[in-house]
């Protein structure tokens, strides 16, 4: 049987992420928060040895407005409803460098031992709206990889789709673009196809977090399968939702919940592959980094007992690649 493996993934985007929902009506603080945490999670991460995919959307890679500029592509996403464009929004609103470029932080990524930078695309792009194209789509990895290899020397090698958007008729796209591994939806039907949200989805999404209502969501390593032309889809198994402020009962329920589903993958050998955006920690940073500690102590804990192994997504990738060819020849 094989280790248990604690996978972590995060969307890490500031208000890139968020523009088409908040416009400027974001709390300053949230996001200045956010860049004092970004230090703490690694330092965190690098005292227990856990590894990470820092999904990171390209355009906090640029220094200032002239290089976000040069390294935007020429043929930006024409969706029918304009508010989903970030070059649009940033026409309308203009650049604000604390919520828009982190180059200091990635490179705090880089650093540390462990992490792995990836891409949530150059201008968090949406593949599942009306409107934008593959041709587009394929710009836009290219100016992500074009400013990792210029400015910090690296190839991103995985993938998370924004809002979980996960357009498999541009898998391909991915492929040819340098991505070798993309992070996938967990199984359950509420997670599927989330461009077209509901209430159902919504309730039953918020309802798992809490109490099984789907089905469980580690899963072996042997159900990544590999298909040609494709990049490996490794699949989510929860979020870690924010901290809900006054309500301990639902934080700790929530929180129990992810350290007994941890239990279970480490027990039977299983994948377990969480992720949140750091921006989530923004409200409440002292119980966020609480929970964190539990989080990684919880790791600790079953790496003692049972062998449970820490990958990020191109570990997890790699260890699939390998067993692929022993399994062949």
Request: charged fraction near 25%; aromatic fraction near 12%.
């Given at each position: 049987?094989?280790?248990?493996?604690?996978?972590?993934?995060?969307?890490?985007?500031?208000?890139?992420?968020?523009?088409?929902?908040?416009?400027?009506?974001?709390?300053?603080?949230?996001?200045?928060?956010?860049?004092?945490?970004?230090?703490?999670?690694?330092?965190?991460?690098?005292?227990?040895?856990?590894?990470?995919?820092?999904?990171?959307?390209?355009?906090?890679?640029?220094?200032?407005?002239?290089?976000?500029?040069?390294?935007?592509?020429?043929?930006?996403?024409?969706?029918?409803?304009?508010?989903?464009?970030?070059?649009?929004?940033?026409?309308?609103?203009?650049?604000?460098?604390?919520?828009?470029?982190?180059?200091?932080?990635?490179?705090?990524?880089?650093?540390?031992?462990?992490?792995?930078?990836?891409?949530?695309?150059?201008?968090?792009?949406?593949?599942?709206?009306?409107?934008?194209?593959?041709?587009?789509?394929?710009?836009?990895?290219?100016?992500?990889?074009?400013?990792?290899?210029?400015?910090?020397?690296?190839?991103?090698?995985?993938?998370?789709?924004?809002?979980n958007h996960?357009?498999?008729?541009?898998?391909?796209?991915?492929?040819?673009?340098?991505?070798?591994?993309?992070?996938?939806?967990?199984?359950?039907?509420?997670?599927q196809?989330?461009?077209?949200?509901?209430?159902?989805?919504?309730?039953?999404?918020?309802?798992?977090?809490?109490?099984?209502?789907?089905?469980?969501t580690?899963?072996?390593?042997?159900?990544?399968?590999?298909f040609?032309?494709?990049?490996?889809?490794?699949?989510?198994s929860?979020?870690?939702?924010?901290?809900?402020?006054?309500?301990?009962?639902?934080?700790?329920?929530?929180?129990?919940?992810?350290?007994?589903?941890?239990?279970?993958?480490?027990?039977?050998?299983?994948?377990?592959?969480?992720?949140?955006h750091?921006?989530?920690?923004?409200?409440?940073?002292?119980?966020?980094?609480?929970?964190?500690?539990?989080?990684?102590g919880?790791?600790?804990?079953?790496?003692?007992?049972?062998?449970?192994?820490?990958?990020?997504?191109?570990?997890?990738?790699?260890?699939?690649?390998?067993?692929?060819?022993?399994?062949?020849?």
């Amino acid at each position: 049987m094989n280790p248990g493996t604690l996978t972590i993934s995060l969307d890490f985007e500031l208000l890139w992420g968020i523009f088409d929902k908040v416009g400027t009506s974001y709390q300053p603080s949230y996001f200045r928060n956010t860049r004092d945490l970004v230090p703490i999670m690694l330092e965190k991460f690098a005292e227990s040895g856990i590894q990470v995919t820092w999904a990171t959307v390209g355009m906090l890679f640029a220094e200032n407005e002239e290089e976000w500029k040069a390294y935007s592509p020429n043929f930006l996403p024409s969706y029918r409803d304009r508010k989903y464009s970030a070059y649009e929004w940033i026409k309308k609103h203009g650049i604000r460098p604390e919520v828009h470029f982190a180059p200091e932080l990635i490179q705090k990524i880089i650093e540390t031992p462990g992490q792995e930078l990836g891409s949530h695309s150059f201008a968090h792009y949406y593949t599942l709206m009306r409107g934008q194209s593959p041709e587009q789509f394929g710009e836009d990895l290219i100016a992500t990889q074009k400013i990792a290899k210029d400015k910090f020397g690296v190839k991103l090698d995985s993938l998370v789709f924004p809002r979980n958007h996960i357009n498999e008729l541009y898998l391909g796209i991915c492929v040819e673009n340098g991505y070798r591994y993309v992070r996938g939806n967990p199984k359950n039907w509420f997670w599927q196809e989330t461009q077209h949200e509901n209430l159902s989805k919504k309730f039953f999404r918020s309802a798992d977090c809490f109490f099984q209502v789907g089905a469980r969501t580690s899963y072996p390593l042997d159900e990544i399968q590999t298909f040609e032309n494709e990049p490996l889809i490794i699949p989510a198994s929860r979020i870690l939702r924010p901290i809900v402020k006054g309500n301990p009962l639902m934080n700790s329920s929530r929180l129990s919940r992810i350290l007994e589903e941890m239990e279970f993958a480490a027990k039977n050998g299983e994948v377990y592959h969480l992720w949140w955006h750091p921006h989530n920690f923004g409200k409440d940073p002292i119980a966020s980094l609480k929970e964190l500690g539990q989080i990684l102590g919880q790791f600790i804990k079953l790496k003692d007992a049972y062998g449970m192994q820490s990958l990020h997504m191109k570990g997890i990738g790699e260890l699939v690649e390998q067993k692929s060819i022993i399994t062949s020849e």
